[in-house]
């Protein structure tokens, strides 16, 4: 399992796409934080805040964590490798957790650089360190969580598809669903009683509570719950293909 998790690795590190990816987050969130004109500018908003990166991040997260995960099984599928990928001594829920725990170096790669971002406005705060430490922690605990969460998807997604740009769509498409499909759900009104349950499915209202600064158990559960729910039906997926 350790030897597929460093190949995996290793070839994210030897494309372009962890690189891109990285560079792709830091350089989007970098702009909007601290360059362009906005309501999210750091230096114009006048207040040493983080909040605009754990609103942006997310959206960045959308596109940039289905481009990891879309080559996992899609291209072994594509390339007829993925029979021979079954044949080795280990077990469909290894391969997945090794895949997924590989996308996940790429992911904590992505968000250690934007400590730099924490460390500038703590400093730029008035007085030094008057800033909301226990959010922003809870916020960055939260992004990656919400970040794990759609890595799980975008593998599922990479499983029933052999053509990347589909697994891409589609990985996007549920992500975005469970991020803020059941919040538009929730503002219909259709549900009475069952509306708190309707908002509590989707994964904005577990970032937004961890955000504040409370690690509830309950969230935690949820995000663990999601991304076990997604590898199991990606193991599910590929199971498929031996009938």
């Known amino acids: 399992m350790f030897a597929l998790f460093k190949k995996e690795v290793s070839a994210f590190l030897h494309s372009l796409i962890g690189y891109i990816v990285i560079s792709v987050f830091l350089a989007v969130n970098g702009l909007i934080l601290w360059v362009f004109p906005s309501n999210f500018n750091i230096i114009n908003y006048g207040y040493a805040t983080l909040d605009g990166l754990f609103f942006l991040a997310p959206f960045v997260f959308l596109f940039l964590l289905p481009a990891i995960s879309m080559r996992s099984f899609a291209e072994e599928i594509n390339n007829g490798t993925i029979e021979l990928l079954m044949t080795k001594p280990l077990s469909e829920i290894k391969i997945i957790v090794s895949k997924y725990l590989a996308g996940m170096v790429i992911l904590i790669f992505s968000l250690l650089p934007t400590f730099f971002y924490f460390y500038t406005v703590y400093h730029l705060a008035v007085p030094k360190g008057n800033i909301d430490v ?3 922690y809870g916020s960055y605990i939260g992004l990656l969580f919400l970040g794990a969460s759609f890595l799980a998807i975008g593998i599922f997604a ?3 598809s052999k053509n990347q740009i589909v697994s891409f769509v589609l990985a996007i498409f549920m992500s975005a669903f469970m991020y803020l ?4 759900i929730y503002d219909i009104g259709i549900f009475g009683n069952a509306e708190l349950f ?4 989707g994964i904005n209202e577990h970032y937004m509570s961890m955000s504040r600064g409370v690690l509830d158990s309950r969230d935690m559960i949820y995000f663990l719950s999601l991304i076990t729910f997604f590898l199991l039906f990606t193991r599910f997926s590929l199971e498929k293909r031996k009938w």
């Open 134 to 136: 226990g959010g922003i």
């Open 158 to 160: 990479s499983s029933i």
């Open 181 to 184: 499909g059941f919040e538009f």
């Open 198 to 201: 309707v908002k509590s499915i």
